[in-house]
């Protein structure tokens, strides 16, 4: 990693409130003079300049404060008014939050987006910018189409909301983050403004906020088909309205890859380009694992220069997919850097790419997984940690019908790139059921690489806007996509197609545990295979701007493990527990103490699917000794389930140095209708 320290412009900053239009009264949370909370870096110039904005719940104040630090004074230093600004509801900003990505939200940040443009100093052209939260909000509001708003930078983020996020996957409930992010956030909600930043209020201010909270997985569990609440933010119910120029950046190793393929596929080529690189869920200058890193913000700046300063570079003339084909490798929880190489496509579907069928062969084979299977699935968001990447699966594939197709000795490599797709005749053995299927690289040793996975519920069989029950014992056809993914399979490797009926905690299972029954002489795998081009991908080294200089304190405790599985032989029962790693304990040059921690815990018994169950703990404190300022959350998060419903139990506590400040609890029973 470069640091930089000497820009074409000096820079300044300045922390603001941007006022939002009138409405109903702020205690209502809309409108009524609703003030964000936002930090500007500005060059120091007298010209007017584009400004680029991202926009998040996450604090700016401490929780991406080291992150901003890397990249708004980095633009700034390049000409451009670069504004970070927290949601309503969060951090400093004023409001009481809601759910992710509402219309208060967009509406909001299209105000913001306004209000920049007319700033004095601002040149009337806006940029939106942002990874996972930030780059979903930048599409959407995108798709709102407001007139200053010339260009995006989205990265891991998704046009899809019901399909391709932390809720659902192929109609099937992610219980892995469908839980865990929604108890993140339940936590997260309950953090209050920052009294150095807002004074005396910021005591009104989050007890306000805390009345308001509610569980968000209430209302994501209560919408477990494709409805209208799922359409509302999801671009690709109209690509069309999207006028703005949108670069797309994603990982191999991020859950939301497959947008970037969409979008370069639906989007007009002359205002879309796409990026996919090896990495997790980050943005691809920070070097975190898998690399390699690439000079992310040299990339960006091109594309804002073109589009909101009019600089005649030759952004666009770039191809319009640049994506990383993985070398084969061996299992690994965490690579550094993974083998492979980039190359470039002109058009998606690409010319370069040839569908390959891979027909099966054998007589019908019962599919019924224990329902630990998928404990080797590793992190649903891998974010660079030593354990996020899914270890050897010799295991889950003892736990799976598979079917291998060798690479000659002989022969060429196996180059894919897209997605893989399954086509398999199945006869379910009870009305609810899911499939799931994995290609893994199979080495001449017998190691198992994960390289892309795909499932579907099957209720969801006829569209993910229905349910409609499996008739027991009747031969049916079920075709879906697995995740995108470029990779290349070796001479004297195997390409394996691995087959069960549960992917726990990733897919919450469903009532009956009967499997189903596959027919392999009907069914087949399709691979999306790329013939061999000389590609000339090159990009800069990363850099990034001075750090912020946040300190860990040492400490003798000796950290538990990332990612643990415990067996209870006796009751046949698995526990996975999970160290999400978020930060743990940190002190801010401004003097706060920043310390959160978090432990997930997935359990079920090998033989029962209603056995599953979900906990999340979570404990915040933030600290001004200086201040005598001293506030903790703890907060409980817990789903279980019987044949008819989902049962969630939440509770949150917090405390003023040792007073409660406020303690609530909530339990649910949510009917379960698809998933």
């Known amino acids: 990693m470069r640091i930089r320290t000497e820009f074409p412009y000096e820079t300044t900053h300045e922390d603001v409130r941007i006022p ?8 209502e949370g809309s409108g009524g003079g609703t003030r964000l909370y936002a930090r500007i870096w500005r060059p120091v110039t007298d010209e007017p300049v584009p400004a680029l904005l991202e926009y998040l719940p996450y604090r700016l104040t401490d929780w991406t404060a080291p ?7 980095w633009y700034a230093g390049h000409g451009y008014a670069s504004v970070r600004v927290d949601v309503r509801g969060h951090g400093n900003s004023e409001g009481l939050p809601g759910d992710e990505y509402d219309a208060v939200e967009l509406a909001d940040g299209v105000a913001v987006v306004n209000w920049l ?16 939260w930030g780059g979903f909000n930048a599409l959407q509001i995108a798709a709102l189409a407001p007139e200053p708003l010339k260009a995006i930078v989205t990265v891991c983020s998704t046009d899809d909301r019901y399909d391709n996020d932390v809720h659902y996957m192929g109609g099937s409930v992610l219980a892995v983050d469908m839980h865990a992010w929604a108890a993140t956030m339940l936590a997260f909600a309950c953090r209050p403004p920052d009294p150095r930043y807002l004074g005396e209020e910021w005591r009104e201010l989050w007890l306000r906020r805390l009345e308001a909270v509610e569980p968000l997985v209430h209302t994501w569990l209560a919408h477990q ?17 999207i006028r703005s120029a949108v670069l797309a950046v994603g990982g191999w190793h991020d859950p939301y890859r497959d947008t970037v393929l969409r979008l370069v596929e639906h989007l007009p080529q002359d205002r879309v380009r796409g990026i996919i690189g090896p990495w997790s869920h980050q943005y691809p200058d920070r070097g975190l694992p898998p690399g390699p890193a690439i000079g992310f913000l040299q990339e960006t700046l091109r594309w804002w220069d073109h589009h909101l300063k009019g600089a005649d570079n030759d952004v666009m003339a770039e191809p319009l997919l640049r994506s990383w084909i993985s070398g084969s490798h061996p299992p690994a929880t965490v690579y550094d850097e993974l083998p492979g190489r980039w190359v470039a496509d002109p058009a998606w579907p690409s010319p370069n790419v040839t569908p390959i069928t891979y027909a099966f062969a054998g007589e019908p084979v019962l599919v019924d997984s224990p329902q630990q299977t998928g404990l080797d699935a590793g992190r649903f968001f891998p974010f660079g940690n030593d354990a996020d990447l899914p270890p050897d699966q010799r295991e889950e594939d003892a736990h799976s019908a598979c079917f291998d197709f060798p690479v000659p000795e002989d022969g060429e490599p196996i180059e894919i790139l897209g997605r893989p797709r399954v086509s398999l005749n199945v006869r379910a053995g009870a009305p609810t059921g899911q499939v799931i299927a994995r290609l893994c690289d199979i080495a001449p040793d017998g190691s198992s690489t994960l390289v892309t996975r795909g499932a579907l519920n099957l209720s969801a069989r006829y569209g993910r806007d229905r349910a409609v029950e499996a008739q027991i014992g009747e031969a049916e056809e079920v075709a879906f996509e697995l995740n995108g993914i470029g990779h290349t399979f070796p001479p004297g490797h195997r390409v394996r197609l691995a087959v069960s ?12 545990a009967a499997g189903f029954t596959l027919d392999p002489a009907t069914s087949h795998l399709t691979l999306p295979v790329r013939r061999p081009t000389d590609d000339a991908v090159d990009w800069e080294p990363p850099e990034q701007s001075e750090p912020l200089g946040v300190s860990v304190p040492e400490t003798l405790e000796e950290p538990r493990p990332e990612r643990m599985v ?13 160290d999400p790693r978020y930060g743990g304990t940190r002190v801010y040059p401004d003097g706060l103490e920043f310390t959160e921690d978090a432990l997930e815990t997935y359990t079920i018994v090998e033989d029962d699917p209603l056995s599953a169950r979900t906990r999340s703990d979570w404990s915040i404190r933030l600290h001004r000794p200086e201040m005598a300022w001293d506030v903790t959350i703890e907060s409980r998060s817990e789903i279980s389930c019987d044949a008819d419903a989902f049962l969630t139990s939440n509770e949150v506590v917090c405390k003023r140095g040792d007073e409660v400040a406020f303690h609530r609890t909530w339990e649910k029973r949510i009917p379960r209708t698809a998933g």
Do not use: N
């Open 566 to 578: 415990v067996r209870d032989v006796a009751k046949g029962e698995w526990r996975l527990e999970v």
């Open 67 to 73: 992150r901003d630090r890397q990249r708004h004074p």
């Open 117 to 132: 443009a007319e700033q004095p100093w601002c040149t009337g052209k806006v940029g939106m910018f942002g990874i996972s």
């Open 225 to 241: 088909t494709r409805d209208a609440y799922w359409r509302h933010g999801s671009v690709c119910e109209d690509y069309g309205a």
């Open 501 to 512: 009926s549960a992917y726990w905690p990733w897919i919450w299972p469903q009532p009956d």
């Open 20 to 27: 939002l239009p009138g409405g109903t009264s702020q205690a």
